[in-house]
């Protein structure tokens, strides 16, 4: 089982597939993100796989081709070069905004003889529903066709196979200018008949697709240019097309910890990530992307007056009910155990959610004239709810199982959702509002600075009446809270610098022990020291990170802080959303500089 950071994402705008180095793809869930896998080695070595590579001796080089998400891998062999490419088909002749839409749930791997002679194995082992499933393999004129549970496959290809028992196999070599294409088919048993498709023709016009939706999105010019421009093409195959939701990560159970029991679903849509994410759509994407967000989440979550708790998180088309369990027939990655499905955290009340709506209609405030009355009804009701609730403990952000508690960054998110409602009101139709929601508001403020700061640890703490840092009081100069050359801001970015910081690398808390660094924690720090002018400090922080990224640009949820490799689910969107977010901030302080400079040299 290779370790996460060995591997690649392909994604078709609906779901995903992992492939490792050595050209195994150990992870797929066709036809959504959150279906259940046909391939999943990723989790234990029953749940399948499909490896196409060498026989014999080779080394390996990767990359993606240009502007995509489409793989090469080289393999490296004595006798000659393979070129092996991988890809999840997007609907023929999709383009710009449109690529997704259509996307057939077909995984293509098209294999080239670039130099010499290589002979090639491959072997398909499908095991449906998370390993569950042996299913039954059968040649028909159409193909391969695999079925168990409700998956049906057809496996096309333009070289010979075999079906060896619940394994198909092919051996054949190729010769320098010799190439071979295998598709793998998906459908529901409800759907129709899957008519095969030309994989060579669907390859060329995903790249095509890809290509042409890299071209209409490279507004943003600042420092790391390339690394943010690979985070967004990330974030666009990690956003379920048919309705515009972001998904947290492409995997499920990674571990925090090797061999430890903090591994969680995250392919789902988190609210709690959502201002965080419409701003990086804004820079790295375009407005239309951060619109049909902001527009699938209010469409989710619906009205909310009245309800027990604001939802924090939905499934891919808007679902509520995630309820977990887990795999018991499943080893877990390297060991790391249970392998769970599903995320009970959608049941928790995180105060923060209401903050978060409500900046990302502060970030598309120009778009607010043609805002739907339901959309402002819901607006309106986060502002009298956190005016009602603020005072109230809650899970907080980072979803501990140990209790509620009062949260530094709950009450912070109450305080922007009512400033944001307050600066909005005129677009919500809530003028009568302001001096309610205003009266709370100054209330927030006043708790957070009183019973916030710590003057034993000389910061801002986690929870009210703590001395434990975290990490996420760094959202106090980025949400506009406290300037960031506030010398209380100043001082508590000294101290996570200092107790929580190693190697450029920010743990989430104080008292984390093992646990990793938090790679969006790393970011926020990185922020946060641009915005008070320390310009060079923030990219030293964000240089040391960001060369965590895998050969591809990757970044999974965390680093393990002693041998610097990635753990958690992966790759994970809010890893970069929190690059381009960094990125843009950095750009912004430097560009204030040049500002000064310009105005200071016209003066003298």
């Known amino acids: ?144 066709e695999i079925s168990g549970g409700t998956d049906r496959l057809v496996l096309t290809s333009d070289r ?160 509520r009910d995630l309820t977990e369990h887990t795999l ?9 155990r249970p392998v769970r499905i599903g995320n009970d955290a959608w049941q928790q009340k995180q105060l923060d959610v209401l903050g978060e709506v409500l900046e990302c209609a502060w970030v598309l405030r120009d778009q607010m004239a043609d805002l739907s009355p339901a959309a402002a009804e819901l607006l ?43 600066k909005l009101a005129r677009d919500l139709d809530a003028e009568a509002a302001v001096p309610r929601w205003s009266k709370a508001r100054d209330e927030v403020r006043a708790a957070i600075l009183n019973e916030g700061w710590n003057p034993s640890s000389e910061a801002f703490t986690g929870a009210f009446g703590s001395d434990h840092l975290d990490a996420s009081v760094l959202g106090m100069p980025i949400l506009g809270f406290l300037p960031g050359d506030d010398e209380r801001v100043l001082a508590t970015v000294r101290a996570i610098e200092r107790d929580l910081t190693r190697d450029g690398l920010v743990q989430r808390w104080t008292g984390a022990g093992d646990e990793g660094a938090f790679i969006t924690c790393s970011y926020w720090l990185a922020e946060a020291l641009a915005l008070a002018g320390r310009i060079d400090a923030a990219r030293q922080i964000f240089d040391s990170v960001t060369a965590r990224a895998n050969d591809l640009g990757l970044l999974s949820e965390e680093i393990d802080r002693g041998d610097g490799s990635q753990i958690g689910n992966f790759p994970q969107a809010l890893s970069h959303i929190g690059l381009i977010n960094a990125a843009w901030v950095i750009d912004q302080a430097e560009a204030g500089v040049r500002s000064r400079s310009v105005r200071s040299g016209a003066g003298g």
């Open 1 to 144: 089982m290779a370790v996460i950071s060995d591997y690649a994402l392909l994604g078709d705008c609906q779901g995903a597939a992992l492939v490792s180095s050595d050209g195994s793809v150990d992870w797929w869930c066709p036809p959504r993100f959150d279906a259940p896998s046909v391939f999943a080695r990723l989790l234990g070595t029953t749940g399948g796989h499909w490896s196409i590579r060498p026989r014999g001796p080779y080394t390996t080089t990767r990359r993606y081709l240009d502007g995509t998400m489409v793989l090469c891998t080289e393999f490296h062999t004595p006798t000659g070069v393979l070129r092996l490419t991988d890809a999840l088909g997007l609907g023929f002749g999709e383009r710009g905004h449109g690529i997704g839409f259509g996307s057939p749930h077909v995984l293509l791997r098209q294999v080239d003889a670039v130099a010499g002679t290589v002979e090639v194995a491959i072997e398909v082992v499908a095991r449906p529903e998370y390993g569950r499933t042996s299913p039954s393999i059968a040649e028909t004129p159409l193909g391969i």
């Open 160 to 319: 010979g196979l075999t079906v060896d028992g619940p394994v198909v196999t092919g051996r054949f070599t190729l010769a320098e200018g010799d190439s071979a294409v295998l598709a793998l088919h998906h459908r529901r048993a409800a759907d129709p008949q899957i008519v095969p498709l030309d994989g060579r023709a669907v390859l060329r016009d995903t790249i095509a697709a890809w290509q042409s939706w890299d071209r209409i999105h490279q507004g943003y010019q600042g420092p790391y240019r390339e690394q943010v421009r690979r985070s967004a093409l990330v974030l666009q195959a990690l956003t379920y097309q048919p309705t515009g939701a972001v998904i947290a990560a492409a995997t499920t159970s990674l571990p925090e910890a090797v061999g430890g029991a903090a591994n969680w679903d995250y392919r789902f849509a988190w609210l709690r990530d959502g201002s965080f994410t419409l701003k990086a759509l804004w820079v790295a994407a375009c407005p239309d992307e951060a619109r049909r967000f902001f527009d699938w989440i209010a469409a989710s979550m619906g009205s909310v007056r009245g309800a027990d708790h604001v939802p924090i998180m939905f499934g891919a088309a808007g679902e």
């Open 328 to 336: 018991e027939h499943l080893e877990g990655h390297r060991g790391s």
């Open 380 to 422: 309106r009701s986060l502002a009298d709810r956190a005016a009602d609730t603020w005072r109230q403990p809650d899970a907080g952000i980072w979803e501990g199982r140990e209790g509620e508690r009062h949260y530094l960054t709950s009450k912070l998110a109450c305080w922007v959702a009512l400033d944001r409602a307050v």
